[in-house]
């Protein structure tokens, strides 16, 4: 069974930090890319970021390119997101998961809750 456990949210003020973790169990980690998703209150989930196996490709959405850095450690399973320079905006319920045909998705994980407040 495929699980994804995700931790590190927490309250932050505009302009602070933090390191969003992913632990992956129950298929080869280092043999898929990575995604890391968000969805703010009352919004739909979007992808912003993307990361191939070993790194070879990177992707960012334009609302966080430049402030966030996707990265892994596939000695560990894990997936990181850290983020930077954060705003009001990036308010979110944080999301990992792999990308999969539309039908066979992996089940979501709980998710770890990021609130920047001012």
């Known amino acids: 069974q495929v699980r994804f456990v995700e931790s590190g949210g927490g309250l932050v003020q505009p302009g602070g930090s933090l390191r969003l973790s992913c632990v992956v169990s129950g298929l080869d980690f280092r043999r898929y890319t990575m995604d890391w998703w968000r969805q703010p209150p009352g919004q739909e989930r979007d992808l912003i970021a993307r990361?191939?196996?070993?790194?070879?490709?990177?992707y960012y959405d334009d609302s966080v390119k430049g402030r966030f850095t996707i990265s892994r450690d596939d000695s560990k399973n894990t997936l990181y997101l850290q983020m930077t320079a954060l705003k009001t905006d990036d308010t979110a319920v944080y999301y990992c998961?792999?990308?999969?045909?539309?039908?066979?998705?992996?089940?979501w994980g709980q998710g770890t809750r990021v609130t920047v407040f001012s």
């Open positions: 998961t792999t990308p999969r045909p539309a039908g066979q998705e992996f089940p």
């Open positions: 990361t191939t196996q070993e790194e070879d490709r990177i």
